[in-house]
């Protein structure tokens, strides 16, 4: 554990996806970077998806846009690192159960388009044809959208690392922080450094460390799990998009297997049980693999939002600044982030309208106290 120096124009607290694009953006636009990681770079909640970047959001025009903007920075980032980020393309497949699911498609796919997203609606025999394992007499329609892309979350975390270390920040690991007084010094255990900006990017731990300073981020620690099971014999040799059922259920290529996610078990619901529902869900929706076993993959927590959209702005009465509760979509929103959180440290106008991603949607606009 390093030493910390004794000021910073930003301290940014988590090393994920979240917090390195962000300890990179705001290096590089000359702002004194410091990022405190608890553990390693990494570790958090970056590594609990399924390691997909999307860039159509169902119902969320905004968080497309953020989405359609973080892969052109992707892109960019393993042209200037070298970096290998493990993009593969397997497209996005959302299935739809009910005619309201078709409508409410169909009223948003104009803003969808107009936020840069390539998405259609396909057909039941379509969907089926796009993922051969989905039984087309369970599905009435879905949306395919293209441009997802399957991605090493660990290699983009190391290349924004690198990025930030090359213009100038100071990224320390195994620190975390246990103390933010009212005038922006953070306390750890490697020392004390006063912050002219304290950003707060902890991923599952945002809502405590945005409590240490006296700050109202209301996101929960949801805990997730992610299932693998074999591909069936009879299944075409081909890569699977990413698929996305009604029920949460979802599948992909993993490998020569099948990656499931469907969250985790409901606080009265015990985990056989859970992969009990797991198991009826897949079995219906894919019926190849019906009856097959299912083991644990991984498991971790994610930053949840009472909406399930991120929390990205800036308290109004003090220098902090927050980017939190991407309730699993942080991969996908990351680069973007990293520029608007930039854009509140600097005072700048931010390339988008970002009133919609600050807490006061749900907390209101408290009143300034300094």
């Given at each position: 554990m390093s030493r910390l120096p004794e000021r910073a124009d930003a301290v940014v607290i988590g090393g994920g996806v979240v917090g390195?694009?962000?300890a990179c953006r705001l290096a590089e636009s000359g702002v004194g970077t410091v990022l405190l990681e608890r553990g390693a770079l990494g570790s958090g909640s970056s590594g609990t998806t399924a390691g997909v970047v999307r860039t159509y959001f169902p119902g969320n025009p905004l968080i497309s846009s953020l989405a359609?903007?973080?892969?052109?920075?992707?892109?960019?980032l393993g042209e200037r690192t070298g970096t290998d980020l493990g993009l593969e393309r397997i497209g996005l497949l959302v299935?739809?159960?009910?005619?309201?699911?078709?409508?409410?498609?169909?009223?948003?796919?104009?803003?969808?388009r107009a936020a840069g997203v390539d998405v259609e609606l396909v057909t039941a025999a379509e969907a089926a044809r796009l993922n051969p394992l989905v039984d087309e007499r369970t599905v009435l329609a879905a949306a395919w959208s293209p441009e997802a892309y399957a991605?090493?979350?660990?290699?983009?975390?190391?290349?924004?690392?690198?990025?930030a270390r090359q213009a100038g920040a100071?990224?320390?690991?195994?620190?975390?922080?246990?103390?933010?007084d009212p005038d922006g010094r953070v306390h750890t255990a490697a020392g004390s450094i006063l912050a002219d900006t304290v950003v707060c990017a902890a991923g599952p731990w945002a809502g405590t460390v945005a409590a240490l300073a006296d700050v109202t981020v209301p996101v929960t620690t949801y805990p997730v799990?992610?299932?693998?099971t074999d591909t069936p014999d009879s299944a075409p040799r081909t890569t699977l998009p990413m698929t996305?059922?009604?029920?949460?259920?979802?599948?992909?290529?993993?490998?020569?297997?099948?990656?499931?996610?469907?969250?985790?078990?409901?606080?009265?619901?015990?985990?056989?049980?859970?992969?009990?529902?797991?198991?009826h869900h897949l079995g219906t929706t894919f019926p190849s693999l019906a009856g097959r076993a299912i083991e644990s993959g991984w498991s971790g927590d994610l930053d949840v939002s009472p909406d399930g959209m991120a929390f990205i702005g800036r308290?109004?009465?003090?220098?902090?600044?927050?980017?939190?509760?991407?309730?699993?979509?942080?991969?996908?929103?990351?680069?973007?982030a990293g520029e608007i959180v930039r854009d509140l440290v600097l005072g700048k106008e931010s390339w988008t309208d970002t009133a919609g991603l600050s807490t006061a949607r749900h907390l209101g606009a408290p009143a300034r106290t300094g």
């Open positions: 390195t694009s962000i359609v903007r973080s892969l052109a920075a992707y892109r960019s299935l739809f159960t009910d005619e309201e699911q078709v409508r409410d498609f169909r009223q948003t796919q104009d803003a969808q991605c090493d979350p660990a290699a983009i975390v190391r290349g924004y690392a690198a990025l100071a990224l320390h690991t195994d620190t975390p922080v246990t103390g933010i799990e992610m299932l693998l996305i059922h009604p029920s949460s259920l979802r599948i992909r290529s993993w490998g020569d297997r099948v990656l499931v996610g469907m969250g985790r078990p409901a606080p009265d619901e015990t985990r056989e049980d859970w992969l009990r529902r797991v198991a308290d109004p009465s003090r220098r902090f600044v927050y980017a939190a509760g991407f309730s699993g979509q942080g991969l996908c929103q990351a680069p973007a």
